[in-house]
T-cell receptor, first 111, second 109 residues
Framework: SQQGEEDPQALSIQEGENATMNCSYK?????LQWYRQNSGRGLVHLILIRSNEREKHSGRLRVTLDTSKKSSSLLITASRAADTASYFC???????????FGKGTLLTVNP | DADVTQTPRNRITKTGKRIMLECSQTKGHDRMYWYRQDPGLGLRLIYY???????NKGEISDGYSVSRQAQAKFSLSLESAIPNQTALYFCAPTGGRQYFGPGTRLTVL
């Protein structure tokens, strides 16, 4: 069963707009990670946020984590057509580094 | 990730055939994972290994087996392939964050 659930399932925006994707999970975690996947390709790691962190930035990406609500959000600012991809959150809760993935958000950025 | 190689990249096979998917990594990580991805279902863990003597089942291990031949190599086998094993398969070595291979697209007819 999936631990993380992304919301929305699909998001379509115009170039230059910001995109926000949310992830909710069920059990306690050590960290939460966001990945990007272009159609049919491998996953690319974007950012990792630990359970004791509340916010993290990487370039145009901003991730927040609210452990009390068991939720995280990924914000992509000033989106570009090249940001079009599926975005997945994945949670890690134990020492075995297993990741449990959500079903993903399909982001389409229209030029 | 360029340091993770999966072979084959694409494979079409028939029901009942045995097939092996191979993964090798140059990152030197002890932990390696196999996932499958189905449309609309995200990634699900099949098997994982902490070292050559440690193999663990994931959430969907039925119908699959693995072999950890060396620290750098982790193979996934389908002993008798069935159509619902048609999926995209990813290998992921990890040293904290996971590094995904390019994937193998498997079609079972």
């Amino acid at each position: 069963s999936q631990q993380g659930e992304e919301d929305p399932q699909a998001l379509s925006i115009q170039e230059g707009e910001n995109a926000t994707m949310n992830c909710s999970y069920k059990t306690s975690i050590n960290n939460l990670q966001w990945y990007r996947q272009n159609s049919g390709r491998g996953l690319v790691h974007l950012i990792l946020i630990r359970s004791n962190e509340r916010e993290k930035h990487s370039g145009r990406l901003r991730v927040t984590l609210d452990t009390s609500k068991k939720s995280s959000s990924l914000l992509i600012t000033a989106s570009r057509a090249a940001d079009t991809a599926s975005y997945f959150c994945a949670t890690s809760g134990g020492s075995n580094y297993k990741l449990t993935f959500g079903k993903g958000t399909l982001l389409t950025v229209n030029p | 990730d360029a340091d993770v190689t999966q072979t084959p990249r694409n494979r079409i096979t028939k029901t009942g055939k045995r097939i092996m998917l191979e993964c090798s990594q140059t990152k030197g990580h002890d932990r390696m994972y196999w996932y499958r991805q189905d449309p609309g279902l995200g990634l699900r863990l099949i098997y994982y290994s902490f070292d050559v003597k440690d193999i663990n089942k994931g959430e969907i291990s039925d119908g699959y087996s693995v072999s950890r031949q060396a620290q750098a190599k982790f193979s996934l086998s389908l002993e008798s392939a069935i159509p619902n094993q048609t999926a995209l398969y990813f290998c992921a070595p990890t040293g904290g964050r996971q590094y995904f291979g390019p994937g193998t697209r498997l079609t079972v007819l």
